[in-house]
């Protein structure tokens, strides 16, 4: 049987990256695994025991399921059970995102962003690997504008986030985020538009007949 088909969104910081993510899971219907859904399965699997019974009274959804089975088979990545594991050393936080991403893997039809996803699965079939890029003044002006950064900061804290994501990679799955052969597709949204861009992602999901 193989593997169910899944993309992965890396991401320059500010290039739009996480908007065209969001629009890909929309127009395919698939579940969007970014950072704050792996956030939310973290406060759930370290949630009290009352409040996950109150939870599981509702059908699960993927977040529900995932936060289960990652308190169950983990639990030695919470360290207390009323506070969320957000605290924990990054070492943990690692396992912890990777468990999160191998789950999501199994379900399948997920748009994962970021946290070296790519990296994780890159062995893997049936795989979508895309790297959203875009030019510097774009980035600023998406990062002062719509994320709030503050303009007579914006080169720094775009420059160390980008080098924080590339060192995390590097120093957990030894692979260079910027080397371009390990994507499948690298999309410029600045001059396709987030929209654009998120037609082209769809339109290599459905020529690879996973709808």
Known sequence: MSAPPLITVTRQYASGGSDVARLVAKALG???IDNEFVDQVARRAGLPTAEVAQLEERAPGLLERLARTLAAASPEM???????????????????????IAEAAAEGRVVLVGRGAQAVLATRPNALHVYVV????????????????DAAKVDKVIDEIDLHRDQYVKMHYGRDRQDLTQYDVVLNAERLGFEGAAEVIVAEVKRRGWQ
Do not use: C, H, Q, Y
Request: hydrophobic share 40%; aromatic share 8%.
């Open 78 to 100: 919470f360290i207390s059970t009323s506070a969320p594991p957000v605290d924990a050393d990054e070492s943990t936080i690692v396992k912890m995102t990777e468990r999160v």
């Open 30 to 32: 698939w579940t969007l």
């Open 134 to 149: 875009a030019s510097k003044p774009f980035r600023r002006k998406v990062a002062n504008e719509r994320l709030g950064v």
